[in-house]
């Protein structure tokens, strides 16, 4: 109730946080799109290890979305996944794991000509998972 009566009279500091934030967002130039942003739809297969998620070899969905050079892949629900800054030529060397915390990981790939590749291994000692190689690919949907 208290929220609502504030809303219906604003104060002379709302006005001008309001006027101010409107100014900034004018005079803002606007993003450019980043040249890998979009989304890849492909498979990801687990290549090895001991208690991780999946079968060994059996392909599964996967969707990454690159916006603003950061490329975000979830894989266990929308709350844990893969995410990290895509390097200028493409390079996806600083992807890692989001959600979980105890998780050691690496990653090393590339987006290229509308499509990407990605290796991807971890360990994580709490989950009873260890060597956990993965390899993603997949392409630019249009």
């Known amino acids: 109730m208290v929220f609502a009566a504030s809303l219906a009279r604003p104060t002379i500091a709302s006005r001008l946080y309001l006027a101010a934030a409107a100014m900034i967002a004018w005079a803002a130039p606007a993003t450019a799109q980043a040249p890998y942003d979009g989304v890849y739809v492909g498979t990801g297969r687990l290549l090895s290890g001991a208690g991780c998620a999946g079968r060994v070899g059996v392909a599964f969905p996967v969707m990454m979305r690159i916006a603003g050079g950061q490329a975000v892949m979830a894989l266990v629900g929308a709350n844990r996944g893969i995410a990290g800054p895509v390097a200028a030529d ?22 290229t000509d509308e499509r990407f590749e990605l290796a991807y291994t971890y360990d994580w000692a709490s989950a009873g998972a260890s060597h956990c190689a993965y390899r993603y690919e997949g392409r630019r949907q249009p």
Do not use: H, I, N, Y
Not at 92 to 109: H, K
């Open 90 to 111: 493409g390079g996806l060397q600083r992807l890692a794991w989001f959600g979980d915390t105890g998780v050691t990981d690496r990653s090393a790939g590339r987006v």
